[in-house]
């Protein structure tokens, strides 16, 4: 999948994209990362790429001139590809967006600085606003990091165990059941005694009946958009009525 980057400040991307699971994709070839500087295509001795808004009032607007120049150029590069603006005005990113965003060919990511992008660059290039979350950042440079990362995951090999994604939270609706690791008692607290019988059959009904847990307890909304069985309705009512729950 090829990403492209539209930023003026190219430096915030250096390290985010040079770590880790981004970083191992990249070097596999399974992620095409461009950040691109959209200073590059202002034309003017300075570079400028924002000016003061017609009828007055505070702070800068994104000129159009470099943005038309440089959207043109990034799409008839990566045709296909979806071209997202950040914005707190977009629809908000969700783990059901990141699936829609992950299956196309590519993504074009342009981040807003200071009031804003020109609205006839959204009218004539953007195909697609997309917000974070219902608060206002600096730019939107935080933004499309989470765009990447979060899509990245969806890319087959990008996360070494696709069984992993699929535990993940939100994958299915839920949350994610706890996690423990080595010693098996720690300060007097002892990791459940299921997971360490080798039973896998026993284990998983466990993961699934916490995971419902974990859900009821600390994001009860979500349950109602899930996908359960009868057998997860059964659990829930007993994890409500006190129960520990059948294993
Ligand atoms: C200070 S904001 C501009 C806010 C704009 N005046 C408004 O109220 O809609 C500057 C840039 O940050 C980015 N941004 C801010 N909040 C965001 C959010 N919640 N999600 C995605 N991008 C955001 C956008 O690219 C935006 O153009």
Known sequence: ????????????????????????????????????DLRSWATDRHRVTDDAPYGGGAGMVMKPEPLFTALE?????????????LSPQGRVWSQALVREHGA???????????????????????????????????GGEAAALVIVETVAREVPGVVGQADSVRRD??????????????????????????LL???????ERW????????????????????????HDRAQLERIKAGDAGET
């Open 73 to 85: 150029q990034l799409r008839a590069e990566n045709p296909g590809a979806r071209t997202v603006l």
């Open 207 to 230: 993961r699934r009946r916490e995971a419902l847990r974990q859900t009821l307890r600390k994001r009860p909304d979500l349950l109602d958009g899930a996908a359960l069985t009868d």
């Open 104 to 138: 196309l060919p590519g993504l074009i990511l342009v981040c807003g600085r200071y009031e804003g992008v020109d609205e006839r660059v959204i009218e004539a290039l953007i195909d697609e606003e997309i917000s974070i979350g219902d608060y206002v950042l600096t």
């Open 169 to 194: 939270s939100f994958f299915d609706g839920l949350l994610d059941h706890p996690h423990y690791t080595r010693p098996a008692e720690f300060r007097g607290r002892r990791v459940p005694e299921v």
């Open 1 to 36: 999948m090829r990403i492209d980057i539209l930023t003026i400040f190219p430096p915030f991307f250096d390290s985010p994209l040079s770590e880790g699971i981004i970083h191992r994709a990249r070097e596999r070839g399974l992620l095409d990362l461009r950040v691109h």
């Open 197 to 203: 019988s080798g039973d896998h059959a026993a284990i």
